[in-house]
């Protein structure tokens, strides 16, 4: 079955949304599922999800709403998450995902900062191989 594409708006006020307001989030997404693996282009190659937005703005509660209900993670979550085991892992397959810019070119090791103390493991490691990178 052919679907037809999701209204921009719509996708631009679900991401919008997932910045920080929870409740609109959970209302836009139960108006239409699809939404939850929406993206946008901002401008100059700007793509930005509704995680990507949660990531970087350290709200986790919107972050694990939206995984728990089949989003993909990605390093950015996963650093805002304090999800060291999968840090370790992508950036070992990956390195130079150490690099990696999220929506609005935001860092890697600011996701990790966004994640507040359950994050701090994350950070720590992160800072650590950049300035290993840096001695060299």
């Known amino acids: 079955m052919k679907r037809e ?5 719509s996708v631009r006020e679900f991401i919008v949304a997932a910045h920080g307001n929870f ?11 699809a939404l939850l693996h929406s993206s946008i282009n901002w401008g100059g190659d700007d793509w930005e999800s509704a995680l990507g937005a949660a990531a970087h703005t350290g709200r986790r509660d919107i972050a694990q709403f939206l995984l728990d209900r089949g989003a993909r ?9 304090g ?7 992508m950036l070992s397959a990956c390195p130079s995902l ?3 810019k999220g929506a ?5 090791l600011r996701h990790a ?16 191989l950049l300035s290993e990178e840096a001695v060299l």
């Open 5 to 9: 594409p999701l209204n921009q708006d």
């Open 23 to 33: 409740d609109e989030v959970k209302k836009l997404l139960a108006a239409e599922p």
């Open 73 to 81: 993670m990605d390093i950015f979550a996963a650093a805002m998450l």
């Open 83 to 89: 999800e060291l085991p999968i840090i370790q892992a």
């Open 98 to 100: 150490l690099h990696a």
């Open 104 to 108: 609005h070119g935001i860092p890697l």
């Open 113 to 128: 900062k966004m994640g507040g103390e359950p994050a701090f493991p994350v950070y720590e490691y992160i800072d650590k």
